[in-house]
């Protein structure tokens, strides 16, 4: 099947710079997307990469590399406000079906 | 700004019911999707439709079934409701530049 894997869960620290990384099978998906997700709320999209390499949006970077089947979500200067989830996601070339990963519950503290 | 729209933000429901749960979408997308998401289990593709008339199961099709009569529409039919769909409902569409969500809605079937 086509699997998308990222962490459970990541912790950090207000101000500080993280990293959530995402992996995929190469073959199965035509680009990633990211969104963030608040505690009941729908998840809110952050960026799609469709090309490799790194795309920056404010505080958020994503970058993609399909050789590889790698992307991560690069949050900067975190603010309490950023503890959500954060999903990401693969159109699959094949079917059109829109496939997430578990997500990642990240939670920033003081 | 794209918007997706569900039709209720909380129902409830008795079980044994036939509920249905529509969304509507402004931005001309030919993909469109249901989800439910629990604790737990991230999110789980119900159905998926990427034309009018035209449907896939994803992979909880079981107890729903899906319409899509017009592009901007596509509806979520639990044709008995049972206890065990209480859950968040989301919609989703999308086309080539991005994927979108409705603000969801929060089902419980007493």
């Known amino acids: 099947g086509q699997n998308i894997d990222q962490p459970t869960e990541m912790t950090a620290t207000e101000g500080a710079i993280v990293q959530i990384n995402c992996t995929y099978q190469?073959?199965?998906?035509?680009?990633l997307f990211w969104y963030q997700q608040h505690a009941g709320e729908a998840p809110t999209f952050l960026s799609y990469?469709?090309?490799?390499g790194l795309e920056e949006k404010g505080r958020f970077s994503s970058f993609l590399s399909r050789s590889k089947g790698y992307s991560y979500l690069l949050l900067k200067e975190l603010q309490m406000k950023d503890s959500a989830s954060y999903l990401c996601?693969?159109?699959?070339?094949?079917?059109?079906?829109?496939?997430f990963g578990q997500g990642t519950t990240l939670q920033v503290k003081p | 700004d794209v918007k997706v729209t569900q039709s209720s933000r909380y129902l409830v429901k008795r079980t044994g019911e036939k509920v249905f749960l529509e969304c509507v979408q402004d931005?001309?997308?030919?993909?469109m999707f249901w989800y439910r998401q629990d604790p737990g289990l991230g999110l789980r593709l119900i159905y998926f439709s990427y034309d009018v008339k035209m449907k896939e199961k994803g992979d909880i099709p079981e107890g729903y079934s899906v319409s899509r009569e017009k592009k901007e529409r596509f509806s979520l039919i639990l044709e008995s409701a049972s206890t065990n769909q209480t859950s968040m409902y989301l919609c989703?569409?999308?086309?080539?530049?991005?994927?979108?969500f409705g603000q969801g809605t929060r089902l419980t079937v007493v």
């Open positions: 990469n469709v090309l490799d």
């Open positions: 996601a693969g159109p699959s070339s094949n079917t059109g079906k829109l496939i």
């Open positions: 989703a569409s999308s086309n080539r530049a991005g994927a979108f």
């Open positions: 190469t073959s199965g998906f035509n680009g």
């Open positions: 931005m001309d997308h030919e993909n």
